[in-house]
């Protein structure tokens, strides 16, 4: 069973920056597809970003310029770097990885983005 763990959530005003990361347990997290997905209250679970094995990245047409997702292979970690927030990027942000029939989901971070 591979363990996802989020961090770097938080409280942050409109314009603002926010990491998140993603530490991975599994050995061959550098074989994953990960991605960031977000859910807003009483919304659905949508897609923010995900990055291939080989780097390929692809992004949410709501946060293109805005936010780059990126890897480290060696420490098994994926992160979100979220400029330019806006109050609708606020939600639970979760990290998925995803290998041939395997998907795994951490557990969640929060992200408010009010002023």
């Known amino acids: 069973q591979v363990q996802l763990v989020e961090s770097g959530g938080g409280l942050v005003q409109p314009g603002g920056s926010l990491r998140l990361s993603c530490a991975a347990s599994?050995?061959?997290?550098?074989?994953?597809?990960m991605g960031w997905y977000r859910q807003a209250p009483g919304k659905p679970r949508e897609l923010v970003a995900t990055?291939?094995?080989?780097?390929?990245?692809n992004y949410a047409d709501s946060v293109k310029g805005r936010f780059t997702i990126s890897r480290d292979n060696a420490k098994n970690e994926v992160y979100l770097q979220m400029n330019s927030l806006k109050p609708e990027d606020t939600a639970v942000y979760y990290c998925?990885?995803?290998?041939?029939?395997?998907?795994?989901w951490g557990q969640g971070t929060q992200v408010t983005v009010s002023s």
């Open positions: 990055i291939t094995s080989g780097g390929s990245t």
């Open positions: 599994s050995r061959i997290f550098r074989f994953y597809t």
């Open positions: 998925n990885g995803r290998y041939l029939r395997a998907d795994y």
